[in-house]
């Protein structure tokens, strides 16, 4: 590879390392193109993706990140998974893994935190941000309609109390 080539890669990479909410690394040794192509496809479903690339070149766009930490992950061969969702990227990841044996996650990063393999499979089990803020809502909307419901049962109550009298007088 031409040297303006690598330098193309590492600025390349540098940015996504920077943007990125989370990213795990992982080993992919015996993987078929088929199942390299499967992973990628759950990870674009996801709103995350998968790429290799050099040890070398990864480490050298690490410099300057927030998760700079992670480069010790960066040996054999390595794929990395990115996503902006801090969950998505080690949801699937974790998934695949768990079906594929060829996959071993290694480590990664959310935000700028620095995690193990087995913090990347507990993030994993994490809701997503979607999850997370539809619970929110949730929340919110219970105690409203809970204060619906205790208002109008003084009045349902009062309405039975009067058919009930009006069916006991009719008979």
Request: hydrophobic share 50%; charged share 20%; aromatic share 4%.
């Amino acid at each position: 590879m031409e040297k303006a080539k690598k330098a193309e890669v590492v600025e390349d990479l540098n940015g996504v390392f920077s943007k990125a909410g989370s990213v795990v690394v992982a080993h992919y040794t015996g993987m078929t193109v088929a199942q390299m192509a499967d992973l990628r496809s759950r990870m674009g479903a996801a709103g995350a993706s998968f790429r290799v690339a050099k040890n070398r070149l990864a480490v050298r766009a690490l410099k300057g990140t927030p998760i700079e930490g992670i480069a010790h992950l960066f040996k054999g061969p390595t794929g990395i998974a990115v996503s902006d969702d801090p969950v998505a990227a080690s949801k699937v990841a974790a998934a695949y893994a768990k079906d594929n044996d060829k996959l071993v996650i290694l480590g990664g990063s959310v935000g700028t935190t620095a995690l193990d393999a087995a913090g990347v499979k507990a993030l994993a089990t994490l809701p997503s941000l979607d999850e997370l803020r539809g619970k929110i809502v949730g929340l919110l909307v219970a105690p409203a309609t809970k204060i619906a419901g205790i208002v109008q049962a003084p009045a349902a109550q009062l309405a039975r109390v009067i058919g009930a009298y009006s069916s006991k007088d009719a008979a």
